[in-house]
């Protein structure tokens, strides 16, 4: 019987990306529960555990390789495809600009004192916004984010655009972008999973 990967993660982090590109490539994982992310280095969710062994970190590669590694499913441009630059590119814009900026967020202690958190959390919240619009400026998006088809790209986006400020600023500065997403949260196939790892609780969205 094949191993199940082994997910380290915790309730609406970047884990539930990785939780939703497994659930649509149907492979079998197991959840483990890590919000102090115990399993990596950097103290930091997610961690991944493929059925051959070893340890994968960083969202955005986890997403990436996942998706590469079942190419029939269509979840990333193949190399060689136009899209596959564009990609890469958008990929590794929402991991290096945008989700790098929770570390600070989520405890701004960690770079300031008290006096300094609210000011931090102020401009980090508009340096988030401004990448958005970028993302928006940057793109023509079809159904998805690179055109027709649902990619890792999509989830990835569809996750990270839930936290703080939230949606409602997001949609404002990136309509075309926010729309592909609107149909990532309404896939049938990831309803069970929202519900219960990123649940749509009044006032989600900002």
């Known amino acids: 019987m094949t191993r199940p990967f082994v997910v380290h993660g915790a309730r609406g982090t970047g884990s539930v990306a990785v939780e939703a590109a497994l659930t649509l490539l149907e492979l079998p994982y ?17 961690a991944l555990i493929p059925p051959s062994g070893g340890l994968m970190t960083e969202s955005a590669a986890i997403l990436i390789w996942l998706a590469e590694e079942h190419p029939s499913r269509q979840l990333s441009p193949a190399v060689g495809d136009p899209a596959r630059p564009v990609f890469l590119r958008w990929m590794t814009f929402v991991s290096a600009a945008i989700y790098s900026l929770y570390w600070i967020r989520d405890d701004p202690s960690r770079l300031a004192d008290e006096a300094h958190e609210a000011v931090i959390l102020e401009r980090t919240a508009e340096r988030i916004t401004r990448c958005w619009t970028v993302m928006e400026d940057g793109l023509s998006p079809g159904p998805f984010l690179l055109g027709e088809r649902l990619t890792v790209l999509d989830i990835y986006v569809a996750v990270v655009s839930r936290w ?3 949606r409602k600023r997001f949609y404002e500065v990136a309509p075309g972008i926010g729309q592909a997403v609107r149909r990532v949260d309404a896939d049938p196939r990831l309803a069970a999973l929202w519900a219960d790892r990123f649940p749509f609780e009044p006032g989600w969205e900002g």
Request: net charge negative; charged share 30%.
């Open 30 to 46: 197991r959840l483990e529960e890590d919000p102090d992310g115990q399993a990596s280095p950097l103290g930091q969710v997610p």
């Open 164 to 166: 703080q400020p939230r």
